[in-house]
C-alpha cells in the first residue's frame, strides 16, 4: 500500500531544480504532498486529484498522472528553506485510508 | 482556519504504564481523524482511521488492544497505548480532515513523542 519515492535522498544549492517521483501500486483517487522538518509534523503543501491535475504555488508545482499512478513535485530555483522531508500521501478513495509514500529527503546547501 | 492540537508534545513513562494523547481539531468539526506512528529517519505509518461515534479501522499489524482509539466527538479523538513497552517509544502524529472544508485535505496536529523506559 505503502507508495515509493525517488529519489531517497538528494542535495542541491541554492537556486538548483529538483523533482521527486511517487508511484503506487494502486488505483489513485488523490494524491497529497508534505513537507517535514526534522521533529515537527508534516505540512501540507498540495493536493491533486484524479483527473490530470497539475498544480503549483511559487516555486513548487506537482502533476498527476492517475493512468500510470505518479505524481511528480517540481521545486524550481530552490531555497535553503525547501529543505527537509518531503512525503507523498495517497488515497484510494474520497475520505479513506491515507498512505504516505516513502519519503525524500532534500538538502538544499549554499 | 483549520488548526489541530495534540496533548501532550511529550511524555515519557515507564514501561507498564497506560499513556492516553489527546487530538484536538480546535476551529472545526472532524469527520474523520488519523492517527500515526513515526520511527526516527523513516516515514509516518497509518495506525488507525477514526471516525466520530464508531470503532476505529486499524491497519494490519497494529494491536488494538495495545493501542486504544476512541473518537467521541467531532472534535476529539484519543490514542491510549495500554502497559507500555519501549518498542512503543515513537513519535505519534494525529490528523483530521474538516467536514466542512469538503476537501480531502488533512491537518496536522504538531506530534506527541512518546518515550518508555
Known amino acids: 500500500q505503502q507508495p515509493v519515492q525517488s529519489p531517497q535522498a538528494v542535495i542541491l544549492r541554492e537556486g538548483e531544480d529538483a523533482v521527486i517521483n511517487c508511484s503506487s501500486s494502486k488505483a489513485l483517487y488523490s494524491v497529497h504532498w508534505y513537507r517535514q522538518k526534522h521533529g515537527e509534523a508534516p505540512v501540507f503543501l498540495m493536493i491533486?486529484?484524479?483527473?490530470?491535475e497539475q498544480k503549483g504555488h511559487e516555486k513548487i508545482s506537482a502533476s498527476f498522472n492517475e493512468k500510470k499512478q505518479q505524481s511528480s513535485l517540481y521545486l524550481t530555483a530552490s531555497q535553503l528553506s525547501y529543505s527537509g522531508t518531503y512525503f507523498c500521501g495517497t488515497s484510494p478513495n474520497t475520505g479513506n485510508q491515507f498512505y504516505f509514500g516513502t519519503g525524500t529527503s532534500l538538502t538544499v546547501i549554499p | 482556519g483549520a488548526v489541530v492540537s495534540q496533548h501532550p508534545s511529550w511524555v515519557i513513562c515507564k514501561s507498564g504504564t497506560s499513556v492516553k494523547i489527546e487530538c484536538r481539531s480546535l476551529?472545526?468539526?472532524?469527520?474523520?481523524m488519523f492517527w500515526y506512528r513515526q520511527f526516527p529517519k523513516q516515514s509516518l505509518m497509518l495506525m488507525a482511521t477514526?471516525?466520530?461515534?464508531?470503532?476505529?479501522?486499524?491497519e494490519q499489524g497494529v494491536e488494538k488492544d495495545k493501542f486504544l482509539i476512541n473518537h467521541a466527538s467531532l472534535t476529539l479523538s484519543t490514542l491510549t497505548v495500554t502497559s507500555a513497552h519501549p518498542e512503543a517509544s515513537s513519535f505519534y502524529i494525529c490528523?483530521?480532515?474538516?467536514?466542512?472544508?469538503?476537501?480531502?485535505?488533512?491537518?496536522f496536529g504538531p506530534g506527541t513523542r512518546l518515550t518508555v523506559l
Open positions: 477514526s471516525n466520530e461515534g464508531s470503532k476505529a479501522t486499524y
Open positions: 490528523s483530521a480532515i474538516s467536514r466542512e472544508m469538503r476537501t480531502d485535505t488533512q491537518y
Open positions: 476551529d472545526f468539526q472532524a469527520t474523520t
Open positions: 491533486l486529484l484524479k483527473g490530470g
